[in-house]
């Protein structure tokens, strides 16, 4: 019996890959967790297995105490020289559990904490066994599915392969082998703990590192590799022997190397391309098949790019739904920013005419007094153009600009460009402005206009008069001509109004 229960014991330490030492110490405690259920006390309890007699046996531990403190775990000496003479303080008096009298349910715990003690010990040998093996090409068979989910079959252990790390025109079936790499290793997961994927951009390395001897041996180094899992991948690789052509060794001789690849991926496209410490040309280089013009950095800083190509390049270069400069932007680590030849002219065209567009200054605008256009100044508004393309809502966000006051600017701003600069510059009749109003000076009543308009009127009779006289005196040969802007005297013109306001009937 003895000799069975610990052939049984070593037999499931080589199927879970753990010590027996560890299932041993697992039915110890399991042995405790029962004893201590049984006799629901909360005395210091330990257990022995011995592998001699194949029994466990179940000590109860008081510890020796001048002064009990706690009678479960405490004793005194006068007690402990009753069950031990040579007892002392600080030694330890063993008492013997019986176990024979543990029923089917103590059993039962029994056998429960062992699953989990022994499942936890699997566990921790799983973790500590794969852990550092992350990135590595594994062989695995589909063992079952759940939901969208995949559970393969290492070997030694299961491990998931999950929907995200599913290739996605890749089908699998129950028994099929696949060639994975290895994620990530999840200790507290419930169920697998080691997480492979067939989408990571490792997976086409490793593969390349098993097809082509030069990367094996390190003479042929993949610097970065970006991946679309299932329709396409790029690949940088560098060359450390000048003499050897890192994209001719990768694709091998009639393309055999990469097309054994491409067969266990299922028909994935992988571009080959020679890496280049200079970003520019290595960009030149990610974006193929496309054709790239001139490639130009805009913002070092924060690593952004501007790729120039032909109009007929462009959708090449920006590849289905956006994938070739996509992949690109990844395999080098800049953002990238592809334009045609006809859009940068275009875009150069809109800078020069922004440029050179004549810009009014603020002053222009009448109805708009100093102090508010100091304050729109320093909003940075400097022309009336970009005031002109301000919302109300930005122009109230300048202090010391409220609703009536954004109502004037418009007003004066649609004046500005319905009448020209000349006519936005005169402001309507009757209305008061802070530019025309002057210490001291009342404004005009309406007497006052009137007398204007006749003293005009006069002004405009007496050039008449001026005219006509002018024209009748004609010089002679010889003589000097009699010019017709000769002023009348002042008197006539004062007298010319008079005499045709009497001349006029009294209604």
């Known amino acids: 019996m003895a000799n069975l229960l610990y052939q049984q014991i070593e037999m499931l330490s080589r199927e879970k890959h753990i010590e027996t030492t560890i299932v041993v110490s697992a039915i110890e405690d399991a042995m405790v967790v029962a004893a201590r259920k049984h006799y629901k006390t909360e005395e210091d309890l330990r257990a022995k297995f011995n592998p001699e007699t194949g029994q466990v046996d179940v000590y109860s531990v008081h510890t020796v105490v001048e002064e009990v403190a706690d009678p479960k775990k405490e004793i005194s000496l006068a007690e402990a020289k009753k069950k031990n003479p040579s007892a002392e303080i600080g030694t330890e008096i063993i008492a013997t559990k019986s176990t024979d009298a543990f029923g089917r349910i103590t059993a039962q715990t029994f056998k429960q904490v062992i699953l989990q003690k022994v499942r936890e010990a699997e566990r921790d040998t799983i973790y500590?066994?794969?852990?550092?093996?992350?990135?590595?090409?594994?062989?695995?068979?589909?063992?079952?599915?759940?939901?969208?989910?995949?559970?393969?079959?290492?070997?030694?252990?299961?491990?998931?392969?999950?929907?995200?790390?599913?290739?996605?025109?890749?089908?699998?079936?129950?028994?099929?082998?696949?060639?994975?790499?290895?994620?990530?290793?999840?200790?507290?997961?419930?169920?697998?703990?080691?997480?492979?994927?067939?989408?990571?951009?490792?997976?086409?390395?490793?593969?390349?590192?098993?097809?082509?001897?030069?990367?094996?041996?390190?003479?042929?180094?993949?610097?970065?590799?970006?991946?679309?899992?299932?329709?396409?991948?790029?690949?940088?690789?560098?060359?450390?022997?000048?003499?050897?052509?890192?994209?001719?060794?990768?694709?091998?001789?009639?393309?055999?190397?990469?097309?054994?690849?491409?067969?266990?991926?299922?028909?994935?496209?992988?571009?080959?391309?020679?890496?280049?410490?200079?970003?520019?040309?290595?960009?030149?280089k990610a974006l193929s098949p496309a054709k790239v013009t001139r490639v130009q950095i805009t913002d070092p800083e924060n690593k952004k790019l501007e790729v120039i190509v032909e109009d007929s390049q462009l959708s090449l270069a920006i590849g289905k739904k956006g994938q070739n400069v996509r992949l690109a932007s990844k395999l080098i680590g800049w953002d990238i920013d592809i334009k045609s030849e006809e859009e940068k002219r275009q875009e150069i065209e809109e800078q020069m005419t922004a440029l050179t567009a004549p810009t009014t200054p603020l002053t222009a605008l009448a109805g708009v007094g100093a102090k508010t256009i100091e304050k729109i100044e320093a909003a940075g508004i400097t022309n009336v153009e970009k005031l002109a393309g301000m919302t109300p809502e930005q122009l109230m966000e300048i202090p010391g600009i409220g609703e009536k006051m954004v109502d004037k600017i418009y007003q004066a701003v649609n004046r500005f460009y319905e009448g020209g600069a000349e006519g936005a510059a005169a402001a309507p009749a009757g209305e008061a402005t802070e530019e025309t109003a002057v210490e001291g000076e009342a404004p005009a009543t309406e007497g006052e206009v009137i007398d204007g308009n006749a003293e005009a009127g006069a002004e405009a009779v007496e050039g008449a008069q001026a005219t006509e006289e002018g024209s009748e005196s004609v010089a002679t040969d010889g003589e000097a001509r009699q010019t017709s802007e000769t002023e009348p005297p002042a008197d006539h013109a004062e007298e010319a109004p008079k005499a045709k306001a009497e001349e006029e009937p009294k209604p």
């Open 128 to 284: 500590n066994e794969y852990h550092t093996r992350v990135g590595e090409l594994v062989t695995v068979i589909v063992k079952r599915a759940e939901g969208p989910d995949l559970i393969v079959d290492m070997g030694r252990t299961e491990a998931r392969l999950p929907k995200r790390e599913q290739s996605k025109l890749e089908t699998y079936n129950i028994g099929e082998r696949l060639r994975v790499v290895i994620k990530m290793v999840d200790r507290a997961a419930k169920g697998p703990q080691v997480i492979v994927s067939r989408a990571d951009a490792s997976l086409v390395q490793r593969l390349f590192e098993m097809e082509v001897p030069e990367i094996y041996d390190g003479t042929v180094q993949i610097r970065h590799a970006a991946r679309e899992a299932g329709e396409r991948t790029k690949v940088a690789v560098a060359s450390r022997d000048k003499d050897v052509d890192p994209v001719g060794a990768c694709v091998g001789m009639k393309g055999m190397r990469v097309q054994s690849i491409i067969r266990e991926l299922r028909g994935e496209k992988i571009d080959i391309i020679p890496y280049s410490e200079e970003t520019v040309a290595f960009a030149q």
